[in-house]
C-alpha cells in the first residue's frame, strides 16, 4: 500500500497539484518532507518511487564526487600530492573506466536497486514520514561503516586467493594506481560480493530491531560512495582524515593495496589488516615520496 495515501483522499493528478495540496493542508511537515510524500503519492508505487530515488541518487553522487579527482588530474599544482606522481591517468584511461562502470550501474546495480525495496519492506523499513532524527543516524550509520568494513576485508582477501583474483577481482586491479572514477571498476560478481556488506547491515538491523528508514539508507549509502571514491582517489593531502584519524584507511592505505598487490584489504579502517598481519609493504612510490621529505 502507498505510505502516503492517508495524506489525503482525492489526490491530484499532477505533482506540482499534490506537493501544493500537501504544503497546504500539512503545514507541519518540511519541506523536504513534503516533497518527499508528494513524489510517492504521484508515483503510487512505492518499489518505483524507491527505486528511481536510490538510482538517480547513486549516479549523481558517484559521478558528482569522481568529477572533482578527474580535474584535480589535469592541474599540475596538486601533482605533489598525488601518491603515484608519475601514474597520472590519461583522458583515454578515464573515459575506458567510466564506459565499464555506466555499464555496470546499468546493468547490475540499478536491477539490485531495484530489488532493495520489496526487501526492505519485508523487514520493516519505513518509508514514510517522519523522517529520523539526526540522533538516530548517529547510533546506526557507525554500525553499518563497521559492519561494511569487517565484510569488505575477508571477502576482498578471499578475492586475492589465487583462482578468485583471476576470475573475479583482476579487473579492479588494472589501474595499479588507483583514481576516483576506477572505485566501482570491477567484474560484475565483484560489485555484488562487496556490495552486500553496504546493503546487508540496514536489513539486519531493520529485521532485528526495527526503527529503520530508507532515508537513513540513503546517506549510508552516499558516505560509503565518499569513501569508496576518495580510497581511490590517488591523493593524500595533509588534511586528509588518516593524519588526524590514524585508524582511517584513507587513499594512502588503499593506493599501496593497488601499487603492491597485496595487504591493506580493509576498505575503512586499518585494526583488521594490523590484527590480521596482512599490512602491505610500503609501496615504492610511498617510499620514494619519504626519503624526499626527509631530504627537504
Known sequence: MNVTTHLFDAAPST?????????????????????????????????????????IMHEVFYFGRSLPWMIIDHIPYFNKYKIQDAKVPSDAEQWACTKLVLITHFTIEM????????IMHFV???TGIPFPSLLTMAYQIPFFLFFEDA?????????????????????????????????????????VVLGLGTILPPII??????????????VWVILRLFQA????????????????????????????HHETFKGNYSS??????YAMGTVSKIAPSQNKKAMKAKAI
Open 268 to 273: 575503512s579502517f586499518r585494526w583488521w589488516d
Open 151 to 191: 565484510w569488505h576485508y575477508w571477502c576482498h582477501r578471499a578475492l586475492h586467493w589465487g583462482p578468485l583474483y583471476k576470475a573475479i577481482h583482476k579487473t579492479h586491479h588494472k589501474f595499479s594506481a588507483p583514481f576516483g572514477m576506477a572505485a566501482s571498476y570491477a567484474s560484475p560478481v565483484e560489485i
Open 15 to 55: 505533482f506540482s497539484g499534490i506537493f501544493e495540496e500537501i504544503s497546504q493542508n500539512h503545514i507541519h511537515l518540511n519541506a523536504l518532507e513534503k516533497l518527499w510524500v508528494a513524489w510517492y503519492a504521484y508515483m503510487q508505487n512505492d518499489v518505483l518511487a524507491t527505486g528511481i530515488v536510490f538510482f
Open 205 to 218: 538491523w531493520s529485521a532485528t530491531l526495527g526503527n529503520m528508514h530508507i532515508l537513513t539508507v540513503y
Open 111 to 118: 536491477p539490485t536497486i531495484g530489488l532493495f525495496h520489496p
Open 229 to 256: 571514491i576518495d580510497a581511490h582517489s590517488g591523493y593524500d593531502f595533509p588534511w586528509s582524515f588518516h593524519h588526524w584519524f590514524p585508524m582511517w584507511a584513507g587513499a594512502d592505505w588503499h593506493d599501496s
Open 124 to 126: 520493516g523499513l519505513s
